[in-house]
């Protein structure tokens, strides 16, 4: 089922579209700015092709999203579960407080992506950024997976300043030779292959299939720096009584 739209179309008349439909595959045609779209789907695959607004699939809870295009702020707000795969880049706030899922996003995203990530027992959120990523990435994150794999060719770094800020839980790929500056000091860094590493080969390998442009073979060759919490040296500010 296809569905055209324009700047004069509402998120609130689009998304009530997209849910009272009975089709199980839909593509939007020249959607521009709606927000909210796909929020809590469960049972659709939803392609987009255009630029979505902020909190895209927001809630989401077992559906696939698809862009071709760029993602505005809060893709994937608090989501469940599901997949969404953005061709293009992501703004700020990706994958705030998600709690299973995963994201792909083919270039680069903005500020705080993977805030308050989160894991309980087999709901593990995976978050992959193909290009880089901006200033506090995982902040006070409490389990999921992050990973950066730094295919930008704009010459910046892969991460900007405070990454893994009062990080308690999961872990950070960073796909780099050289430790990236300015890691707090409550992070713990490991040097590994990406191929010797088994939970970030099987996530590479969903990746590529959902880009065919990156090689699978050159990622796993390459090297990752490793961020998890230092269990030695926990972020105290984070609880009251300190």
Do not use: W
Not at 39 to 45: A, C, I, P, Q, Y
Not at 46 to 51: D, R
Not at 165 to 193: A, F, N
């Amino acid at each position: 089922m296809e569905i055209n739209v324009d700047e004069n179309v509402g998120f609130a008349a689009l998304n009530r579209r997209i849910r009272e439909t009975a089709e199980k595959q839909i593509t939007v045609n020249g959607i521009i700015g709606q927000r909210y779209v796909a929020t809590g789907l469960s049972d659709k695959t939803v392609t987009l092709c255009g630029t979505p607004g902020n909190a895209l699939g927001s809630y989401l809870n077992g559906g696939t999203v698809v862009v071709y295009g760029n993602a505005q702020d809060a893709t994937g707000d608090t989501m469940n579960g599901g997949k969404i795969i953005i061709h293009g880049n992501a703004g700020d706030a990706t994958g705030y407080a998600m709690r299973g899922g995963k994201i792909y996003v083919k270039g680069n995203t903005g500020y705080r992506a993977g805030i308050h990530m989160k894991a309980y027992m087999d709901l593990k959120p995976v978050l992959v950024i193909g290009g880089r990523a901006g200033s506090f990435l995982g902040e006070y994150q409490a389990g999921g997976i992050i990973a950066v794999l730094g295919c930008n060719d704009d010459g910046l770094p892969i991460i900007n300043n405070f990454c893994g800020t009062g990080m308690h839980g999961g872990t950070i790929y960073l796909r780099c030779d050289k430790l990236p500056k300015r890691l707090p000091s409550q992070v713990s860094v490991e040097s590994r292959t990406g191929g010797d590493i088994p939970e970030l080969k099987e996530i590479l390998t969903d990746y590529c299939a959902c880009f065919p442009e990156f090689e699978l073979p050159a990622l796993l060759k390459s090297v990752f720096q490793v961020l998890t919490p230092n269990v030695a040296n926990p972020y105290k500010k984070m609880y009251t009584n300190n």
